[in-house]
C-alpha cells in the first residue's frame, strides 16, 4: 500500500514539475528588414525574409492529425511595434462565415484567426489578439492559464483583406500596449483558426480537443533576436467629457441637464507593472445588464465590465470560487458614485505578481450610504510549472459613520478580508484545482466567520473526474464581495465520459453524473441536487443534451417561491421533487441559428414548474446581426400563490458598417421585474482605443405603461499617449 502511494504521488509530481509541452515548437521573430504597412497585403518585402510557421494541427472535430485548412503565419518587431501577417486559405468557396463587424465577437460563431501571447513565459497569463473574416477585431486578457477576458481593450492596428481562396490578416501591436518582462528573449506563443464551413478548428502546435487553443500549458515558443526592446516612457491619457439629460418620471423631477468630465491615466512603472489612475469616472457607455426571471433564493451574479478594473483584474476578481468571493468589483460604486482611485498591478519578476488598488466613493443620502473608501491588495507567488500561491487583503471602511441623515445605514463602520489560496494547474493542464481559507472581521459579526474550501479534477479526451467540498461560515461577511450563502458545508462530487464514434453523423457522445449536497454546521443535510445527464455532439457541430434531477430542498429561512408575491413559504419546509430538462443548440454556420431548453418537473411545496427558453437569430452577414432572447416560466403553486407565469423577451440588433462603426439596439420586457428597457447605443471608434458614444435609455412600468426614466448620454474619449 505504501508502495502504491508512493508511485501516485511520483506521477503527480511528474504532471507538476514537467516542463512545458511544446516547447520544441520554436518561432523565431527577427526585427523588420523594411517597413510594413497594415493593410492587409502581405506584398511588403519585409514579409519575404519572416519565418514562416505552417502545418497547424487539427484540434476539432479530432486532435489525431493535421489540419485540412491550411494557415500560415509570419511576425516580425522593430523598436515600436510587433507586427504580424496571417494568410488564412479557405478549402470551400463561397462568403467566410461570421456574425458581423462588432470586436470581441463569439469564437465558435465566426471563421477567425486569432493568437495568443504569454509575454511573462509563465504559461499562466498573457494576451490574446485576432480578427474575423471581416476584419472585427478581437483582444483580450489572459488569466487562469487559458481564460479571456474580452472586456479589456487597448491601442493597436489591423486589416483583414478577402480574396477568393484565402483572407489575409495584418496587425501593429505597440510594446506600450502590452506588458512584459525585461530582458526575457523568449514568450509563450500559439496561433488558432477556426473554420466553420469545415467545422475545424486548429492550432499551430497540437493542443488535445478537451482543452481551448488559448491553453497557454501548450504554446510553442517565440524566440526573439535580441530581448524585446525597452518601450521605455510609457504614459497614457484616456480624458472624457459628457454631456446628456435625464428625467426621472417616478419621482416626479423636472429632467435634469449635465455635463461632466474625468478620466483615466495609464502609467508604465516597468514594461511589466503599470499605475492606473481614474478620476470621476463614468461607465455609461457600459451596455446594460441582460436581465433574468430570477427565481433562485440567493443574489444573481453579474460580471464586471468596466474597464478600469480589468487590466490583472483575475488577481482581485478571481480569487476563490463563483459563488465564494472576497472582492467583487461591481460592488464599488454600485450605490454611490466613485471620486477617484488607483490601482498597481503588474509583474515584479518571474514568479511574483502583484496588485493593489484603493478607490474611494461619494456618500449617498438619499439611502444612507457613507462616503466609504476600499482597499485591495494581492500578491502571487508562482510555484513549480504552473500552479500560484495567492494572498488578498480587502478592506472598506466607512467615514464620518453613521451617516447624519435620517435613513439607515446600510453598512457597517468597516469590513476587512483576509485570504489565502493554493491553485493547482499541472503541466499539461490534465489537473486542476484549489485550495482556498478566508476570514473575515467586522464590528457587529464575530466567531464563526472562516471559510474554507478545494477542489481537485482530472481532465483528458474521454475522462472529467473532479470533486469539490466548500465551508463557510455562519458569520463569514465579504462586505466587498459575493458569497451569496453563509453557514453551510458543500460537497460535489462528478464524473463524466465521452465516446468517439469512428464514423457517422455523432463526433462524441457521453454521459454525466452530478451530486451536489448542501448540510448545515452540525452536518444536518438541507439541500441536495442530483443530475445524470447525456450529451451528444454531431459533426456539424449542433448539440443535444438531455438531463433527469432530483432536488430536496429544506427552507432555512422565508422564501417566496416566486421572486415577485411577497408571500413567503415557511423555514423548516422540506420538498422533494423531480424534472425532466433537454436542450438542443443548432449548427453554428447557418445564417439562421437556434437553441432551446426545455424543462418541466415539480417545485416547491409540491408545486410543478414548466420553463422554455430560446434563442433565435439572422444575419446578413457582415452588417447585421439580429437576435431573440425569449424565456417562459409556467409556475403552478398552491394558495396563495396559485398559477404564475413569467414572460422574459429580448430582441436585440446589431447594425455594424465598419469595424469602427457599430450600432446596438436592445428591448428587454421582463414580467416578473415589473420593467421594459430600451437601450441603444452608437460607438465610432474614430482612432484606435478613442470613441464617441451616443446612449439613449428608457425604462417603463409594463401594467399601468408608465415611464419611469430616461436619459440621452453623449459620450467623448480621446487616448493621448506619448
Known amino acids: ?108 460563431k465566426n471563421d477567425n484567426f486569432i493568437f495568443f501571447m504569454d509575454t511573462y513565459n509563465d504559461q499562466t497569463n498573457g494576451y490574446s489578439f485576432g480578427s474575423n ?67 475545424e478548428k486548429s492550432s499551430w502546435t497540437p493542443v488535445p480537443r478537451q482543452f481551448p487553443t488559448a491553453s497557454l500549458a501548450y504554446t510553442g515558443t517565440l524566440v526573439w533576436d535580441v530581448p524585446p526592446p525597452d518601450p521605455g516612457p510609457n504614459i497614457s491619457i484616456i480624458p472624457y467629457v459628457l454631456t446628456g439629460v435625464t428625467k426621472d418620471y417616478a419621482g416626479h423631477k423636472n ?47 453579474y460580471p464586471e465590465t468596466r474597464q478600469f478594473f480589468l487590466e490583472n483584474g483575475d488577481q482581485f476578481n478571481n480569487f476563490g470560487y463563483a459563488s465564494i468571493r472576497p472582492f467583487f468589483s461591481r460592488r464599488i460604486g ?71 441623515t435620517s435613513a439607515t445605514p446600510t453598512d457597517s463602520k468597516y469590513n476587512s478580508n483576509f485570504g489565502l489560496e493554493f491553485n493547482l494547474a499541472s503541466a499539461d493542464n490534465l489537473f486542476t484545482g484549489k485550495a482556498l481559507v478566508l476570514k473575515s472581521f467586522s464590528p457587529d459579526k464575530r466567531g464563526h466567520d472562516f471559510t474554507q474550501a478545494g477542489n481537485l479534477q482530472f481532465a483528458n479526451k474521454y475522462w472529467n473526474v473532479g470533486g469539490q467540498y466548500e465551508v463557510v461560515g455562519t458569520n463569514y461577511n465579504a462586505g466587498v464581495g459575493y458569497v451569496p450563502r453563509q453557514g453551510y ?22 454521459p454525466q453524473l452530478n451530486l451536489t449536497d448542501y448540510y448545515d454546521g452540525s452536518f444536518n443535510p438541507t439541500d441536495n441536487r442530483a443530475f445524470f445527464s447525456y450529451q451528444i455532439t454531431f459533426r456539424n457541430k449542433s448539440i443535444l443534451t438531455g438531463l433527469v434531477e432530483r432536488d430536496y430542498v429544506k427552507l432555512l429561512q422565508p422564501y417566496d417561491p416566486t421572486n415577485y408575491t411577497g408571500s413567503f413559504l415557511p423555514v423548516g419546509l ?64 398552491p394558495q396563495p400563490w396559485g398559477q404564475k407565469t413569467f414572460w422574459l423577451v429580448g430582441p436585440r440588433v446589431d447594425v455594424t458598417m465598419t469595424n469602427k462603426f457599430f450600432l446596438t439596439g436592445f428591448f428587454q420586457y421582463n414580467e416578473q ?20 458614444f451616443i446612449v439613449y435609455t428608457d425604462n417603463y412600468l409594463p401594467r399601468p405603461f408608465f415611464v419611469k426614466n430616461r436619459g440621452l448620454v453623449f459620450k467623448f474619449t480621446y487616448w493621448l499617449n506619448n
Open 673 to 692: 421585474g415589473k420593467n421594459i428597457n430600451i437601450n441603444t447605443r452608437l460607438q465610432w471608434r474614430y482612432r484606435p482605443a478613442s470613441d464617441f
Open 489 to 510: 458545508i458543500k460537497l460535489n462530487p462528478y464524473i463524466g465520459y465521452l465516446f468517439f464514434p469512428t464514423h457517422g453523423a455523432i463526433l462524441s457522445h457521453g
Open 255 to 301: 429632467a435634469a441637464l449635465h455635463l461632466e468630465a474625468g478620466g483615466d491615466a495609464k502609467i508604465a512603472i516597468s514594461s511589466a507593472l503599470n499605475l492606473d489612475l481614474t478620476v470621476h469616472p463614468d461607465f455609461s457607455q457600459v451596455d446594460a445588464d441582460k436581465q433574468v426571471t430570477n427565481l433562485s433564493r440567493y443574489e444573481l451574479f
Open 334 to 404: 454600485l450605490t454611490s458614485n466613485i471620486i477617484g482611485g488607483a490601482r498597481l498591478s503588474g509583474k515584479l519578476d518571474q514568479n511574483w505578481r502583484i496588485g493593489v488598488m484603493d478607490m474611494q466613493t461619494n456618500s449617498n443620502d438619499a439611502t444612507g450610504v457613507p462616503a466609504q473608501n476600499f482597499t485591495v491588495i494581492a500578491l502571487q507567488r508562482k510555484v513549480f510549472a504552473r500552479s500560484n500561491i495567492g494572498f488578498l487583503f480587502v478592506n472598506k471602511e466607512s467615514f464620518n459613520y453613521p451617516p447624519t
Open 133 to 199: 473574416a471581416v476584419g472585427a477585431e478581437w483582444d483580450g486578457t489572459m488569466y487562469e492559464g487559458g481564460k479571456v477576458d474580452l472586456n479589456w481593450t487597448n491601442k493597436w492596428v489591423s486589416a483583414v483583406k478577402d480574396y477568393p481562396d484565402r483572407y489575409v490578416f495584418e496587425a501593429s501591436i505597440p510594446f506600450k500596449s502590452i506588458r512584459y518582462k525585461k530582458g526575457i528573449s523568449e514568450w509563450g506563443i500559439n496561433f488558432s483558426r477556426n473554420d466553420l464551413k469545415t467545422t
Open 1 to 108: 500500500m505504501k508502495l502504491r502511494f508512493l508511485l501516485i504521488c511520483c506521477l503527480f509530481s511528474l504532471h507538476i514539475f514537467a516542463q512545458k509541452r511544446n516547447n520544441k515548437f520554436r518561432y523565431h521573430i527577427h526585427r523588420l528588414t523594411s517597413s510594413v504597412k497594415i493593410d492587409g497585403d502581405m506584398d511588403d518585402p519585409a514579409w519575404q525574409d519572416a519565418e514562416v510557421a505552417k502545418n497547424f494541427y487539427m484540434v476539432l472535430p479530432m486532435d489525431t492529425s493535421f489540419a485540412k485548412v491550411k494557415t500560415e503565419v509570419r511576425m516580425a518587431y522593430d523598436d515600436k511595434n510587433i507586427y504580424i501577417l496571417a494568410v488564412c486559405y479557405k478549402v470551400l468557396a463561397g462568403p467566410s462565415m461570421v456574425e458581423s463587424l462588432k470586436r470581441d465577437f463569439a469564437f465558435q
Open 574 to 637: 422540506q420538498s422533494t421533487w423531480h424534472n425532466a430538462e433537454l436542450s438542443y443548440f443548432s449548427i453554428p454556420q447557418s445564417l439562421f441559428t437556434y437553441d432551446f431548453t426545455v424543462d418541466y418537473g415539480g417545485y416547491y411545496d409540491k408545486g410543478k414548474k414548466i420553463s422554455v427558453a430560446n434563442d433565435i437569430g439572422y444575419r446578413f452577414q457582415p452588417f447585421v446581426n439580429i437576435q431573440m432572447n425569449t424565456t417562459y416560466n409556467n409556475l403552478q403553486l
